[in-house]
């Protein structure tokens, strides 16, 4: 619409909301009277919704602090407050998930397999169960992947390498998923997440042992 007055800006509303305030203040631009009438209704409203989110925020926030489940999975890398609360309001019981993989399958997160001429292949996230919750794990991914070469912590470190071997858009979807797994195992075994934690290796197999005696 301001374009339509000769008033063009960059299309973010950071931008818009840096010049808006002083584009309806400036009595020499092309806007007509109801225009800047219209504009300024709009530009009250804009910043009502700022501030009726931002205390949304703000008390997402003091839940995600105060619910013990929710700071732990608040703790994550990629899962922040909002992500936090509504995984545990929305989930529930984790346990009713047998294993990991079950809770990231459920959450669309485990990739689809096609299998021809007896080999198994891997394709793209099934994108079954929750569109909201699998967002919410993918948009904090994104996050922990852009700013993981400026931690120094373990997780960050293999995000930074998987990011080289297979791209961006790869390495935040296996953060998700990642991120999926790990949530499941802290708040079934109640645990805490530590980024630097190194899995067990399995026990190696000696077949010798196993040999009846002669």
Same mark, same amino acid.
């Given at each position: 619409? !301001?374009?339509?007055?000769?008033?063009?800006? *960059?299309?973010? *509303?950071? $931008? /818009?909301? @840096?010049? &808006?305030?002083?584009?309806?203040?400036?009595?020499? %631009?092309?806007?007509?009277?109801?225009?800047?009438?219209?504009?300024?209704?709009? +530009? &009250?409203?804009?910043?009502?919704?700022?501030?009726?989110?931002?205390?949304?925020?703000?008390?997402?926030?003091?839940?995600?602090?105060?619910?013990?489940?929710?700071?732990?999975?608040?703790? /994550?890398?990629?899962?922040?407050?909002?992500?936090?609360?509504? !995984?545990?309001?929305?989930?529930?019981?984790?346990?009713?998930?047998?294993?990991? @993989?079950?809770?990231?399958?459920? &959450?669309?997160?485990? *990739?689809?397999?096609?299998?021809?001429?007896?080999?198994?292949? /891997?394709?793209?996230?099934?994108?079954?169960?929750?569109?909201?919750? @699998?967002?919410?794990?993918?948009?904090?991914?994104?996050?922990?992947?852009?700013?993981?070469?400026?931690?120094?912590?373990?997780?960050?470190?293999?995000?930074?390498?998987?990011?080289?071997?297979?791209?961006?858009?790869?390495?935040?979807?296996? !953060? $998700? +998923?990642?991120?999926?797994?790990?949530?499941?195992?802290? !708040?079934?075994?109640?645990?805490?997440?530590?980024? %630097? +934690?190194?899995?067990?290796?399995?026990? *190696?197999?000696?077949?010798?042992?196993?040999?009846? $005696?002669?």
């Amino acid at each position: 619409m !301001l374009a339509e007055f000769a008033l063009v800006f *960059p299309q973010s *509303p950071e $931008a /818009l909301g @840096r010049v &808006l305030a002083e584009v309806l203040e400036d009595a020499s %631009n092309e806007l007509t009277g109801i225009a800047r009438l219209m504009l300024q209704r709009a +530009h &009250l409203h804009w910043i009502d919704l700022d501030l009726q989110m931002k205390w949304c925020d703000e008390r997402i926030e003091v839940h995600a602090l105060s619910d013990e489940r929710a700071s732990k999975a608040a703790a /994550l890398q990629g899962i922040g407050p909002i992500g936090a609360s509504a !995984l545990v309001a929305s989930v529930g019981d984790f346990k009713q998930f047998d294993n990991a @993989r079950q809770f990231g399958a459920w &959450l669309g997160l485990v *990739p689809s397999q096609n299998s021809t001429g007896g080999k198994a292949k /891997l394709g793209r996230i099934t994108k079954r169960g929750d569109d909201y919750l @699998r967002t919410l794990l993918i948009q904090g991914a994104k996050s922990a992947v852009m700013t993981a070469s400026k931690r120094s912590e373990r997780i960050s470190q293999w995000l930074v390498q998987l990011k080289e071997r297979v791209g961006w858009h790869k390495a935040v979807v296996a !953060l $998700a +998923h990642k991120n999926a797994r790990i949530l499941w195992a802290v !708040l079934t075994r109640d645990g805490r997440f530590d980024p %630097n +934690h190194v899995p067990e290796a399995p026990a *190696p197999h000696c077949a010798l042992s196993q040999r009846p $005696a002669l």
